[in-house]
């Protein structure tokens, strides 16, 4: 992996800005707040889903992501020094899950990137919950270098993964990556985990209309009946270097339609609390669901807001602690870890942080009138905490 560094366009202060302060410093033990896995924010939602940028970094250029005129080969990535190391890592996720985690998902840039990714798996696996319960423990990536690490990723201990694959049509995919990335190889890693039992394998298609919107039916066609659960996302207003436009958005409901022609379907529940993606199973002869050709899922990040029963946090690469997808500033967790204070420290500040948290941007984003990002401050880019 190279380490030459990248020169964006946009400002490096603008993506990353100064941090929020912690609230309730430290002023003696009696004032900390412990963790009880019973961790609320001001609208009633648990914390129960920690995610994971363990790099900044990514091999593709996609351009809802990491567009090429931005990422360019003189972009500073973060220095190593930077970077929380495993062990950091995996002891801000333990106060997490004192606080109610359950599920940790790992993401980039593109996590396979992270040298010895596996060694921090293997830490992460060995948690557990205040029950004694282990953890689901998953990994989001672009595939490719999926086929030569799948084995040692279920051998670390990850259970489950999902792949970013944005069309079947070679040409289409290769566009989309803008690094003239084969989607053959991809089609490998999957199959690669797949063997090794890494699953339920999910695959997430984000489409963008006039783009890759010819891709939804076969794509749909290629994992129906596979055991892969296929998932379109809306194209997000995420950061600020995508140049998103409200009319390159395909709404899920004219995916849904879509897909319905062929393809009929029927609306199933979700499976758990805050779940994004809303689900819909193939439909047999009778109009029943047929578990054998399995089911599909939207999820509507632009066009139906899923604030109210958001249940996640986003650690950063360089450990800012961030409460919202959309947020521009996060709370510095790395200075606290390596400032020499207790887990006990860590937890409360985590405590406080989430027990403020009042975010609720894609139901501003929803409302008529609404300007949520009128104050001028900018998102924090989808590259630097994930999706």
């Not at 696996?125 to 423990?137: H, K, M, V, W």
């Not at 129906?224 to 998932?231: A, E, N, P, Q, S």
């Amino acid at each position: 992996m190279s380490e030459n560094s990248y020169a964006r366009i946009i400002p490096l202060v603008d993506q990353r800005p100064a941090a929020l302060p912690i609230p309730n410093p430290k002023s003696g033990i009696a004032s900390l707040l412990p963790a009880t896995g019973l961790l609320s924010d001001t609208r009633g939602r648990a914390l129960r889903d920690l995610r994971i940028s363990v790099t900044d970094r990514c091999n593709f250029r996609c351009s809802y992501c990491m567009p090429k005129d931005v990422f360019t080969k003189d972009y500073p990535y973060l220095p190593h020094a930077s970077l929380l190391t495993f062990e950091e890592i995996t002891r801000i996720a333990g106060q997490f899950v004192a606080h109610g985690v359950q599920k940790i998902r790992l993401t980039g840039g593109e996590p396979l990137l992270r040298k010895n990714i596996e060694v921090l798996i293997e830490q992460l696996s060995a948690l557990r919950t205040p029950e004694g319960e282990t953890l689901d423990l998953t990994l989001t990536t672009n595939g490719a270098l999926l086929a030569r690490k799948a084995a040692a990723l279920k051998a670390a201990g990850l259970n489950r993964l999902t792949v970013s694959l944005d069309g079947l049509d070679d040409a289409v995919f290769r566009a989309m990556n803008d690094v003239d990335f084969p989607v053959r190889d991809v089609l490998d890693g999957i199959e690669a985990a797949h063997q090794v039992g890494l699953g339920p394998i999910k695959v997430n298609m984000v489409v963008k209309r006039g783009t890759n919107d010819n891709q939804i039916l076969p794509m749909a066609r290629h994992f129906k009946g596979t055991g892969i659960v296929l998932r379109f996302i809306e194209y997000m207003d995420v950061g600020a270097t995508n140049g998103w436009r409200m009319n390159d958005v395909l709404p899920s409901a004219e995916v849904v339609h879509l897909l319905q022609q062929e393809l009929p379907l029927i609306a199933l529940e979700a499976t758990q609390p805050g779940e994004t993606a809303q689900r819909w199973g193939y439909a047999d002869a009778a109009g029943r669901h047929d578990k054998a050709a399995g089911e599909i899922g939207v999820i509507s990040s632009v066009t139906q807001a899923f604030c109210s029963d958001c249940n996640r946090a986003r650690l950063s690469t360089e450990g800012q602690l961030y409460l919202c997808l959309f947020a521009s500033q996060g709370y510095n967790l790395r200075d606290l870890v390596r400032g020499g204070h207790a887990d006990e420290e860590l937890a409360s500040a985590i405590a406080h942080i989430w027990g403020g948290r009042s975010d609720r941007y894609s139901e501003l984003r929803g409302s008529e009138g609404a300007a949520p990002m009128g104050d001028g401050k900018r998102r924090v880019e989808m590259s630097y905490i994930g999706g």
